[in-house]
């Protein structure tokens, strides 16, 4: 286990230095130098498992989604046998990006608009003008390079280390929140249909969206409608602060919407344990999944500098409410509205992220301490990919 007390070396400040109550964030660079952005995407997005694509939004052979993993585009795509396949967007010839688009499909292949290489949806090289002429030219070996896939929940997630790690590190996350696997099965979450989408664009450092995440000591502070529904929110300790615990709805409230109305049909997995309750997961380094008994709310963070991040967020539901075109929209205005007034928040603090104020960073208080074992994890991966 991390020692979430562990302090990063750049971090003049110790914690021999503070109150027994607090111990230090990362250093305002952390949250704004490019340099040290560029590390983080080597050492976390590109050698971790990253959760690209929604699984249902490659709906056939050829449908494509492009994303942005670390420093490189990815090609994520379905081939004719329905195996789902990513790619670097990058063209074997002379390097132009094959897809400019961020979603699209093809029939059969993927054709470079600069020289016209062609590559089928396995990746292998398949026309080129005067290709014939040129039997040397190994179709597999100038095909695309390819990239680690694997689906979980719903999810195409990719890893583009040449030696990835064991998919179980992700799961690991899970397990350590929930204290099982079986508690997110029972969700059925690849079996949800997606009822809404919502893309914000985040002017604001990763690592503050993660904290932000992590914690509910602005709760009360920022989300009001949220408090109503958890009114255990109030006190500041968030979900993720014990392990197994889901937050219990008030009990005045029907379902997790804006005005604590009711809500959709329950999902038919979820146990009367988990029924009126709120669970949030952190699954590092980009994801967020909430579960409450009617909904899945999925977000992904797509990191694209040092001061900006895109998220992607999903509200899933049993396949019947999407299908039977139910009105969903109380659920999706209430995590739509903390989305909005945390990525707010974050957006506030990130200005200040350079002050000279911060150079040292800020503090944590106790229910902010697990905290600490985000940021350690983040300087071990960093420190693990420095060269000795
Ligand atoms: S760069 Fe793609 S075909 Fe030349
Ligand atoms: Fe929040």
């Known amino acids: 286990m991390p ?55 490659l709906a056939r052979s050829g449908v494509f989604r492009t994303v942005q993993v670390g420093r490189e585009s990815i090609l994520v795509t379905r081939a004719r046998d329905n195996s789902v396949r990513a790619f670097f967007n990058v063209c074997r010839h002379r390097g132009a990006k094959l897809c400019t688009a961020e979603a699209g499909e093809v029939k059969r292949a993927f054709q470079c608009p600069y ?40 999810y195409v997630w990719v890893c583009l280390a040449e030696n990835p790690p064991p998919f179980d590190e992700v799961v690991r996350d899970v397990v350590a929140r929930l204290g099982d696997t079986k508690s997110i099965e029972r969700y ?48 500041g300790y968030a979900a993720q602060y014990y392990v197994g615990h889901g937050a219990e709805f008030g009990s005045e409230v029907k379902g997790f919407t804006v005005d604590g109305s009711e809500g959709l049909d329950r999902i038919p997995g979820v146990t009367e344990d988990q029924d009126r309750r709120y669970y949030a997961i952190t699954v590092r380094p980009q994801v967020f999944v909430n579960l409450v008994p009617d909904h899945v709310v999925f977000h992904r963070m797509y990191p694209v500098a040092a001061d900006r991040t895109i998220v ?26 903390v989305n909005r007034q945390d990525f707010d928040a974050c957006e506030r603090c990130q200005p200040a992220m350079s002050s000279r104020l911060y150079a040292k960073g800020g503090v944590l208080v106790p229910s902010e301490h697990h905290i600490g074992a985000f940021h350690a994890f983040v300087q071990e991966r960093l420190d693990a990919g420095r060269p000795r």
């Open 188 to 235: 059925g979450i690849e079996d949800l249909d997606l009822g809404r989408r919502i893309v914000y664009d985040v002017k604001a450092n990763w690592k503050l969206i993660v904290e932000n995440f992590m914690e509910c000591y602005h709760c009360a502070t920022i989300h009001p409608e949220l408090t109503e529904v958890l009114p255990e929110f109030a006190d």
């Open 115 to 154: 020289h016209a290489w062609t590559y089928d949806l396995t990746g292998k090289l398949v026309a080129a003008p005067n290709l014939t002429k040129m039997p040397d030219v190994g179709r597999t070996e100038y095909g695309l390079a390819a990239v680690a896939t694997h689906e979980w929940l719903g």
């Open 312 to 337: 992607e967020c999903d509200w899933l539901f049993h396949k019947h409410v999407v299908e039977s075109g139910k009105d969903v929209s109380r659920s999706v205005e209430l995590f739509d509205r």
């Open 3 to 57: 020692d979430p007390r562990r302090f990063p070396e750049e971090c003049p400040v110790t914690s021999t230095g503070l109150p027994e109550s607090l111990i230090t964030t990362l250093p305002g660079s952390s949250y704004t130098d490019p340099e040290i952005f560029a590390q983080e995407q080597e050492h976390i997005f590109e050698a971790m498992w990253f959760c690209a694509v929604r699984s249902a939004d």
